[in-house]
């Protein structure tokens, strides 16, 4: 199953898609981060499933942490980067811009 089809794991079609929050706030995002990352695809015999709960790939969480940082303006090759390096924990800037961190707010500081 593909990133953006409908799933057809009877849970999913139960209890729906995970709203995403009409404004984003620097914790939906630390939250998406780590649901991409800690939910991403295992490979199995019978295809790929969530490392994290066993569903098939991908999850009602992974899904609701792509929309969300989509949302967050980031594109579908920055979110796989971010799947690929694997860590949960990382930094994503709020507001997210092309060029870097905002300029109200140095690179280094702390969220």
Known sequence: MRVGEQSTDPID??????PVPA?????DVRLAVRAV???AAEEWPAGPKCRNDGAAYP???HRWGRRVLEAHGLNERQIDALV?????FV???FPFVLS???AGRPAWAAP
Do not use: D, K, Y
């Open 100 to 102: 870097g961190p905002s």
């Open 23 to 27: 404004s984003l706030t620097p914790e």
């Open 37 to 39: 990352v800690v939910h």
């Open 59 to 61: 999850c009602r969480l």
């Open 84 to 88: 690929r390096h694997g860590n949960p």
């Open 13 to 18: 079609q139960i209890l729906g898609e995970v």
């Open 91 to 93: 930094h994503v800037p």
